[in-house]
T-cell receptor, first 114, second 115 residues
Framework: ETGVTQSPTHLIKTRGQQVTLRCSSQSGHNTVSWYQQALGQGPQFIFQYYREEENGRGNFPPRFSGLQFPNYSSELNVNALELDDSALYLC?????????????FGQGTRLTVV | GNSVTQMEGPVTLSEEAFLTINCTYTATGYPSLFWYVQYPGEGLQLLLKATKADDKGSNKGFEATYRKETTSFHLEKGSVQVSDSAVYFCALSGRLTGGGNKLTFGTGTQLKVEL
């Protein structure tokens, strides 16, 4: 069973640029969620993808967008980067069904905006 | 909306000391409750969970009991080790309109265990 993998592990971007982060979900999981964890804070829910559609969204502006592919992997895109976007971005995979199913997290992508 | 409040850190303990990290929550309905651990430079690992009132989650010597009457889920361990040094996050699950679940996290409590 393969776990959740994210790429790249670290990234440095300039303010105003665009970035794409990638996540491969755990085998057998059909749902991917993205979280932003600022330094010294708890993770904040960005959005979730299920069946290639956005299934729910947190309090993030539209310049945060995503995709889910038929193999359930996912991308997080952030346009017009701001300094405050510097954070650890975590991907979590799970299955959507009745009741709660455990979410498994990847190691994260550390994004630094300069 | 849902929220989680946990005690601020850092918490510094000597090895073999007793650990308590307090966590209280506000939520609609009956969420599942979790403790996650984050070691330096790593992602989140699920430590334990409880899905209904009075359930006790336990793992690796850590325990937490889902207390609906006090809306609490305090983490405890009888004897901590240096290897327990990490950041601990309390979290709850909330239902999304599309049928999935999202996690709402506290701000985290850093634990440092010294010899």
């Amino acid at each position: 069973e393969t776990g959740v993998t994210q790429s790249p592990t670290h990234l440095i971007k300039t303010r105003g640029q665009q970035v794409t982060l990638r996540c491969s979900s755990q085998s057998g999981h059909n749902t991917v969620s993205w979280y932003q964890q600022a330094l010294g804070q708890g993770p904040q829910f960005i959005f979730q993808y299920y069946r290639e559609e956005e299934n729910g969204r947190g309090n993030f502006p539209p310049r945060f967008s995503g995709l889910q592919f038929p193999n359930y992997s996912s991308e997080l895109n952030v346009n017009a980067l701001e300094l405050d976007d510097s954070a650890l971005y975590l991907c979590a995979s799970s299955t959507t069904g009745q009741g709660y199913t455990e979410a498994f997290f990847g190691q994260g992508t550390r994004l630094t905006v300069v | 909306g849902n929220s989680v409040t946990q005690m601020e850190g850092p918490v510094t303990l000597s090895e073999e000391a007793f650990l308590t990290i307090n966590c209280t929550y506000t939520a609609t309905g009956y969420p599942s409750l979790f403790w996650y651990v984050q070691y330096p430079g790593e992602g989140l690992q699920l430590l334990l969970k409880a899905t209904k009132a009075d359930d006790k989650g336990s793992n690796k010597g850590f325990e937490a009991t889902y207390r609906k009457e006090t809306t609490s889920f305090h983490l405890e361990k009888g004897s901590v080790q240096v290897s327990d040094s990490a950041v601990y996050f309390c979290a709850l699950s909330g239902r999304l309109t599309g049928g999935g679940n999202k996690l709402t996290f506290g701000t985290g409590t850093q634990l440092k265990v010294e010899l």
